[in-house]
């Protein structure tokens, strides 16, 4: 399953990268993939696991891009 979401407070591609290296480590993603102007990011990942990966996800933003916020995109 593929979601999209939008980021706010994320302005650095090296913390974008650093970002996507920890998400990889988590169980249940299939891949993950930030927008070039770094406002989107697209997570694919089972079904069942997308709450825990998006709690920890969350949580990775804003440790690793000093506050970087994540919403879910209706599309």
């Given at each position: 399953?593929?979601?999209?979401?939008?980021?706010?407070?994320?302005?650095?591609?090296g913390?974008?990268?650093?970002?996507?290296?920890?998400?990889?480590?988590?169980?249940?993603?299939?891949?993950?993939?930030?927008s070039?102007?770094?406002?989107?990011?697209?997570?694919?990942?089972?079904?069942?696991?997308?709450?825990?990966?998006?709690?920890?996800?969350?949580?990775?933003?804003?440790?690793?891009?000093?506050?970087?916020?994540?919403?879910?995109?209706?599309?």
């Open positions: 399953m593929l979601r999209s979401y939008h980021l706010t407070h994320l302005t650095d591609t913390k974008a990268e650093k970002i996507l290296r920890e998400m990889d480590g988590l169980e249940g993603v299939r891949s993950g993939r930030i070039e102007d770094l406002k989107e990011l697209d997570v694919e990942a089972e079904e069942n696991s997308f709450s825990l990966i998006m709690d920890r996800t969350v949580n990775i933003c804003r440790r690793v891009a000093d506050g970087c916020e994540i919403t879910f995109m209706f599309r």
